[in-house]
């Protein structure tokens, strides 16, 4: 099984979305994990809300992401980063040689008043596709080839840093 970590600045609505869409869509051959540099204590309600809807529950929590770096963490084989702060931050060592992709989607939970919702469905729709796009993959490919493969997908529509372009890694 693949062990995946992504990461976001808060970890409330993005990385928790692609957390639980990566072990729901993944029928057992991935071990998703979220987490935040600066989380903010609990998911987004409307995150939570639009899971549901879709079938899809669980114990989700707002962490940081030096849960994953402590010693007796989980091993983590995919660090992926689905905004663009947590992008340009310096992240924690990762026990291992943990392959390391950024995935940038807007943020959902920045929209306010009645256009949240929408921006809540495309974020899902977006790390929808992307997550199904990764299970294509050979997960035991290439370590190298793997991490360009999963750059790649982090290049579909909406995987931009906000002025056009991909977002670098973490």
């Known amino acids: 099984m693949t062990s995946i970590l992504f990461l976001c600045t808060g970890n409330s609505a993005r990385s928790i979305l692609a957390e639980a869409l990566a ?3 993944g029928g057992g051959r ?38 994953f770096a402590a010693p007796g963490a989980p091993p983590i ?12 931050e310096l992240c924690p060592i990762f026990p291992g040689r943990a392959i390391k992709a950024h995935w940038g989607i807007a943020d959902p939970a920045a929209v306010e008043g009645e256009g949240q919702r929408a921006a809540f469905e495309i974020a899902y729709d977006q790390m929808q596709a992307r997550i199904a796009a990764l299970l294509e993959l050979d997960l035991a490919d290439d370590p190298q080839v793997l991490q360009r493969r999963l750059a790649a997908i982090g290049r579909f529509e909406g995987a931009t840093d906000g002025a056009g372009h991909a977002a670098a890694d973490c």
């Not at 998703?32 to 903010?40: C, R, T, V, W």
């Not at 609990?42 to 114990?59: F, N, Y």
């Not at 992926?80 to 340009?88: E, L, P, Q, R, Y």
């Open 30 to 67: 991935l071990q998703a994990h979220s987490a935040g540099s600066f989380p903010k204590g609990a998911p987004h309600p409307m995150a939570l809300q639009l899971l549901a809807e879709r079938g899809i529950t669980g114990d989700f929590r707002s962490k940081s992401w030096d849960e």
């Open 23 to 25: 072990n729901h869509m």
């Open 77 to 88: 084989d995919i660090v992926i980063t689905v905004c663009d702060n947590a992008a340009g």
